[in-house]
């Protein structure tokens, strides 16, 4: 397996810069494992698709508007986008700007000052805050939007799940985008229910492996929640031969995180509580333990999302499906349309 192998050619114009209004108006396509046919639906036919007694798992966590303007004591522009807090003043950062290292002080354009207490890799570092940032994030914090998204949002909301609800991402979970209240409305009134998990979202999400094997990629670390009451509703759904479906990869991986927390071998095998760090990193032959059927955004080349989807429904048919995408005009990445894998 080589990283190359997970490459595809994806023309510009096909990578989608503003978001469908509606948000459920997106189009989806459908990919069936077990006979490998392929459907062209529309995202608010969802509750028509999935099975009465299926349960959706949604990443309820937030964007912050972490990317903030500061001043070096020399009068020069530097920029922070915040990544993860440590403790209650210090975050990890990724820094814009020269001479930006340890023991360098920053004052934030009206907000607070700070300091780089650590290099860390590449233009990562830690910043202690002299006071909380957070108070701040409503008047001076921006919406950090992906790399290839060249045109201005303007609202911030849609980038946003309708459900977000615990702040620390840095990038939003995007298959979640794609519901409304009315959606969910719908899917509940034909016995198909949601539930939530909490996966802070990291800009990791955005790199592509460069390494030439996928195995030699060291992935970041997550912070993820699967409460006890999301996991007895997931055991009584399993136990009643619903499908858990996961909305999003930040989804699968706080799932299959905590199933290898519990130490699940099989169908019958039970789901606990996790809390903390995640690094798992889902390649080719990864036995999933939870996760019965996928919703997920169409990714970037070499990603390590591509690979965990290609993990899921095998590479042959994901990519397959990848170019029926292109010649059927999907559009792809954030703000683009929807793959739904039973």
């Known amino acids: 397996m080589k990283t190359i192998?997970?490459?595809y050619d994806l023309p510009q114009k096909f990578i989608a810069q503003t978001p469908i209004e509606p948000r459920d108006r997106s189009r989806l396509l459908v990919l069936n494992r077990l006979d490998e046919q392929i459907s062209h639906r529309i995202f608010y036919e969802l509750d028509q698709i999935l099975n009465p007694g299926d349960l959706l798992v949604l990443n309820q966590t937030r964007v912050i508007p972490a990317r903030l303007i500061a001043q070096?004591?020399?009068?020069?522009?530097?920029?922070?986008?915040l990544l993860r807090r440590e403790?209650?003043?210090v975050w990890q950062a990724l820094v814009g700007g020269k001479g930006l290292h340890q023991g360098k002080m920053l004052q934030v354009v009206d907000g607070p000052n700070c300091e780089i207490i650590a290099d860390l890799d590449g233009s990562?570092?830690?910043i202690k805050f002299d006071s909380p940032i957070e108070p701040f994030f409503p008047k001076i914090g921006q919406i950090p939007l992906p790399p290839y998204i060249h045109e201005k949002l303007e609202d911030s909301e849609r980038y946003q799940t309708v459900f977000a609800k615990e702040?620390?991402?840095?990038?939003?979970?995007?298959?979640g985008l794609h519901f409304t209240h009315d959606l969910i409305k719908k899917l509940q009134d034909r016995n198909i229910h949601t539930t939530q998990v909490t996966l802070h979202v990291g800009l990791d999400t955005f790199a592509p492996v460069t390494e030439e094997s996928p195995v030699d990629h060291l992935i970041h670390k997550e912070w993820c929640e699967i409460s006890l009451e999301t996991c007895e509703l997931i055991n009584t759904t399993r136990k009643k031969g619903g499908r858990i479906v996961a909305v999003g990869t930040t989804s699968v991986r706080t799932l299959e995180s905590a199933a290898l927390n519990s130490k699940m071998t099989d169908r019958d095998s039970t789901?606990?509580?996790?809390?903390?760090?995640?690094?798992l990193y889902i390649l080719p032959d990864y036995d999933f333990k939870i996760v019965d059927a996928m919703i997920t955004n169409f990714h970037l080349p070499k990603s390590t999302l591509i690979m965990l989807v290609s993990a899921f429904a095998g590479k042959d048919l994901v990519f397959n499906a990848y170019e029926i995408a292109k010649k059927e005009n999907y559009r792809f990445f954030s703000f683009g349309d929807?793959?739904?894998?039973?």
């Open 5 to 7: 192998d997970f490459n």
């Open 167 to 175: 702040p620390g991402s840095a990038a939003a979970p995007t298959a």
């Open 271 to 279: 789901l606990s509580p996790f809390s903390g760090n995640t690094g």
């Open 338 to 342: 929807a793959m739904l894998i039973l």
């Open 124 to 126: 990562q570092r830690l």
């Open 72 to 81: 070096k004591n020399t009068g020069g522009k530097a920029e922070l986008l």
């Open 87 to 89: 403790n209650a003043n």
